[in-house]
């Protein structure tokens, strides 16, 4: 069973930054696409950003596109999120999951092994 951690959330003003990591257990990490969803108290689980097995494609949300940078590193296990020009509606739990195939989606039950979340909270 594949674990999946996420860390480097933290509250941070509007503008500012926050890398986000998720590292995976388990050596079938760099078989499949791996994507970043967020939940606002209240709200659903959206979609924020998706990378292929290898990297060679990703895919934003409207809203984060310009702003945020998905990657991956495969010999470390992680998939990365570089969050710039933060603002107050980022507000969120982020999550990192494995999807069921090597290429990237938008959709939330495409996915599973998912992380316990980490915080991010971004002021005004």
């Keep these: 069973q594949v674990q999946l951690v996420e860390s480097g959330g933290g509250l941070v003003q509007a503008g500012g930054s926050l890398r986000l990591s998720c590292a995976a257990s388990g050596r079938t990490f760099s078989l499949y696409g791996m994507g970043w969803f967020r939940q ?3 709200k659903e689980r959206d979609f ?22 998905i990657s991956r590193d495969n010999a470390k296990n992680t998939v990365y999120l570089q969050m710039n020009s933060l603002k107050p509606e980022d507000t969120a739990v982020y999550y990192c999951a494995r999807r069921y195939s090597a290429s990237v989606g938008r959709i939330y039950y495409e996915y599973y092994n ?5 915080q991010v909270t971004v002021s005004s």
């Design 40 to 42: 606002a108290p209240g």
């Design 48 to 69: 924020v950003a998706a990378i292929s097995w290898n990297g060679g494609s990703t895919d934003y949300a409207d809203s984060v596109k310009g702003r945020f940078t």
């Design 114 to 118: 998912w992380g316990q979340g980490t």
